[in-house]
């Protein structure tokens, strides 16, 4: 892996902290990861809307950028509001970040995405959603 340093522009007898170091991967990884399993709870309708949560790369200068894009489709009869858990858990399924994504005024047939971006600084992690409220 190679790593790029970045630096404050402060001349280096005049900087009071240590210079931070970003890790930034050598080689090309796809630009987005598989889609992961939404939950199957019966009892919650609205987790059988979502249809799909994944990180989207778009690092780019050697800058990681990574983004979740959650896909909700509404299968109800009335326009609804989504509020959808996630975390992103590594390769060994220890939790590495987690958090809550909206989803707002998704009217009856209608599919909607919504992207946000994320405080992730690995790509190498699968999105899964944990709970969904629809109201």
């Not at 930034?24 to 796809?30: R, S």
């Not at 790369?57 to 959650?70: A, Y």
């Amino acid at each position: 892996m190679a790593a790029c340093t970045v630096t404050s522009g402060v001349p280096e007898e005049e900087a009071t902290s240590p210079t931070p170091t970003v890790s930034v991967p050598a080689d090309p990884v796809p630009t987005e990861l598989p889609a992961s399993p939404v939950p199957t709870d019966t009892a919650n309708a609205g987790a059988a809307d979502v249809q799909s949560a994944v990180v989207e790369d778009r690092s780019e200068n050697g800058v990681t950028n990574l983004w979740l894009k959650i896909v909700v489709r509404n299968q109800s009869a009335e326009e609804a509001n989504y509020s959808i858990d996630w975390e992103a858990v590594d390769a060994a399924g220890v939790r590495v970040d987690n958090g809550t994504m909206l989803v707002t005024d998704v009217a009856p047939g209608q599919t909607a995405t919504e992207e946000s971006p994320t405080l992730l600084d690995r790509k190498d992690v699968q999105i899964r959603v944990t709970s969904v409220e629809r109201g």
